[in-house]
């Protein structure tokens, strides 16, 4: 199996449309309704937010888009394919990748390990468990030079449990990119970061978005305005409002979900 | 690069390359086999043999335990299976040794394939439900089926001759053949660990959805660490029915499940050499303690308690601890 595969005549993605279109998306939870009836569309190569107050459903959203969760309702297309009962494994395959509000490290390996687990997707499945894990150190380099770039180089033998916070949502978004996928969802990146980093990931989110599809949960607001090209507003599980951060900052709707949910 | 003084916390940082880890590996695997040569000349074989038999079996466990993050509690059904097939084989076919265990081997790996698919849908403690209902289904089918002689069991299985030549009669011979096997099913779990599949599984254990995230499917190496793991326990089984001669229920009772997560635990699960360890202190329990009669239950349960509330991280692990090294 390969990530990377000749797009289908007709399915032809070009800069500017859509490459993640979601239709009428929902989830229930016995009863209630967590997600309701999303439609969003993320644009190729774009930055594309995704905020609301505390259980808008924003999590949710991506545990349904990258197949985490069943939906009630609703359809997900990606990339000109409509993913909305593939597995999750194969979404991952087909180049969206997704990371995870509580990190999500290999807690028991260690940091150059946990991005050598992503490079070693290059060479498909791993079931040989004849061959010594020897064959894995030519990936070593490029795992380094993964680790020096979200500033854990000097990290690459300590165990992940042992990192601290940032360090893990540095390691794990090191171990997202080393998958190289057209398209990342980012729950909350920066979320338990001290500023120096913020600063650091954003400049590689900045970066690593060139020729890449990025739909990113986000509470600092700073960030998001200086990332984004647009913002999808959530409240309820609901589709509040959508747009470039000027029109969102100013939409009554938003700043009202946003004080009520403060005085909630 | 790093932004700030900060370096890697100290004590905790094991070396970029694994090779370090596996010369050590490799020097306690050489000096372990050189006493094992050796031993059956001042310790009783048969005793040695049950210690053999039960290092595998543990080993077994441990890397669906240890190493799969998969906690089954019904690992007697593939032991037990594998040494009723093999005593079977052996006694009423008439076949030799070798074939014996490689049949009863194969029913254990054909019993996990089945049982793996259906229970690795589930997590943990439903799991390990699943697992255990499963081998109380075997013990029930044991129990009533006519080839496995019910309450008597298999008794007197020959030895045989291995490839119909060498007389596995006398002890020292058999010995030398079980050592031979065990020592070939502990380094293929060696390698199995320390593999780009064990890679794999390790990130499944220490957090699925994360590799599931990643592109991995999560099941399939489930499934297949689990009919490894079945297939190695059942390979221990038959190699065991040979060893007393004899398969019965005790091999799949539940008990039997039970003893095989006590030796992992006690040992030190998750470690290459933990589960030797347990099975040699657990069956030299049971042997010294022979003479109290059930008691030996009673006692081998306060051992382990006090064991595992005292060391959690079985013996091999606190050794791994101190030393800072994997073992
Ligand atoms: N598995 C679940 N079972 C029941 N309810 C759930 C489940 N997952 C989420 N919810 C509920 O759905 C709502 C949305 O949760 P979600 O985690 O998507 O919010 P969020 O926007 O990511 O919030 P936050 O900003 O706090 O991360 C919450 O009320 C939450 O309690
Ligand atoms: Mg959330």
Redesign the pocket.
């Known amino acids: 199996m390969t990530d990377r595969r000749p797009r289908a005549a007709g399915g032809e993605v070009s800069i500017g449309q859509d490459v993640l279109v979601a239709r009428g998306l929902t989830r229930e939870?016995?009863g209630?309704v967590?997600?309701d009836g999303v439609d969003l569309s993320v644009r190729k190569e774009s930055i594309h937010a995704l905020i609301?107050?505390?259980?808008?459903?924003?999590?949710?959203?991506?545990?349904l888009l990258t197949r985490f969760?069943e939906p009630t309702r609703g359809s997900i297309v990606y990339d000109g394919r409509d993913i909305t009962r593939m597995a999750a494994a194969d979404v991952a395959r087909l180049g969206m990748v997704r990371s995870f509000?509580i990190s999500a490290v290999f807690p028991n390996m260690t940091a150059l390990e946990n991005v050598r687990i992503a490079l070693q997707r290059g060479r498909g499945d791993s079931f040989d468990f004849w061959r010594s894990d020897r064959v894995l150190s030519r990936y070593n380099d490029r795992a380094l030079a993964l680790l020096d770039e979200v500033g854990l180089g000097a990290f690459a033998g300590t165990a992940a449990w042992a990192l601290p916070y940032g360090r893990k949502r540095a390691l794990e978004i090191a171990t997202t990119l080393a998958l190289e996928p057209q398209m990342l969802l980012l729950?909350?990146p920066m979320a338990g970061m001290a500023q120096e980093d913020i600063e650091r990931i954003s400049q590689l989110i900045r970066r690593i978005a060139r020729g890449r599809t990025i739909l990113m949960?986000e509470?600092n607001l700073s960030v998001v305005s200086s990332l984004s090209d647009t913002i999808t507003v959530?409240a309820r599980?609901k589709v509040l409002a959508e747009g470039d951060y000027d029109a969102i900052s100013r939409d009554e709707r938003v700043i009202e979900a946003y004080i009520g949910a403060a005085h909630a | 690069m790093v932004t700030g003084p900060e370096t890697a916390p100290a004590g905790i940082s094991v070396p970029v390359t694994a090779t370090g880890a596996a010369r050590l590996h490799l020097a306690i695997f050489a000096v372990a086999l050189a006493l094992a040569l050796a031993a059956p000349f001042f310790l009783y074989p048969v005793f040695l043999m049950k210690v053999l038999c039960f290092a595998l079996f543990a080993s077994a466990f441990n890397l669906l335990l240890g190493y799969g993050g998969l906690l089954s509690f019904g690992h007697a059904a593939y032991f037990g299976s594998a040494s009723y097939v093999a005593a079977h084989a052996a006694k009423v076919w008439g076949l030799t040794p070798e074939l014996a265990i490689l049949l009863g081997t194969g029913a254990a790996a054909v019993l996990g394939v089945v049982f793996g698919a259906l229970a690795i849908r589930r997590q943990g403690i439903y799991f390990a439900m699943v697992t255990l209902a499963f081998a109380q289904m075997v013990y029930f089918f044991s129990l009533q089926a006519p080839f496995t002689g019910g309450e008597d069991g298999i008794q007197s299985v020959p030895r045989g001759r291995l490839f119909g030549m060498i007389s596995l009669g006398p002890d020292i011979n058999l010995y030398f053949f079980v050592l031979a096997i065990v020592v070939g099913g502990l380094l293929l779990i060696y390698r199995i660990i320390h593999s780009p599949f064990g890679q794999v599984l390790k990130a499944i254990r220490d957090n699925e959805p994360r590799a599931v995230s990643l592109g991995y499917r999560a099941n399939r190496y489930k499934l297949a660490v689990f009919v490894m793991s079945a297939t190695l326990a059942g390979l221990a089984g038959a190699t065991k029915a040979l060893v007393f001669q004899l398969a019965s229920l005790t091999d799949v009772y539940w008990t039997m499940s039970g003893e095989v997560v006590l030796i992992t635990l006690l040992g030190g699960m998750g470690t290459v050499f933990g589960p030797i360890v347990g099975a040699a202190i657990v069956v030299t329990m049971q042997n010294y303690f022979a003479g109290f009669g059930a008691w030996v239950t009673v006692i081998q349960g306060t051992i382990f308690v006090i064991g595992v509330l005292l060391f959690r991280e079985g013996v091999v692990g606190i050794l791994a601890r101190w030393l800072r090294r994997p073992l």
């Open positions: 939870f016995s209630f967590a997600v609301g107050p505390n259980g808008a459903g924003k999590t949710t959203c991506f545990n969760l509000q729950d909350e949960v509470h959530l599980g």
